[in-house]
């Protein structure tokens, strides 16, 4: 679930909203199928934890495989502003 919301956060400070809202979507989707079936099988916590948790991870890697273009066409900075000196002294 951190992994999901930290995507989701990134996600949308690039304006990448479609992709966002599309793993919200499968994540959804994915919960509600896994969890009909396994709860059909065993009615417990940890099968909701585990679909949940299946849910987030497929959704956010579907989402990083989407999305990895557009992650590689952001501009670096040519220079480390971090390590710059300030010629002051």
Known sequence: MILQHTLISLFNALRLFRVVSAMNFLQSILFASLA???LSL???VSSILIDCSAGCLVASLGALI????ALNGVDRPKTDCLNQSSGRG
């Open 66 to 69: 989407w999305a990895w273009p």
């Open 42 to 44: 065993d009615a417990s």
């Open 36 to 38: 009909l079936g396994l």
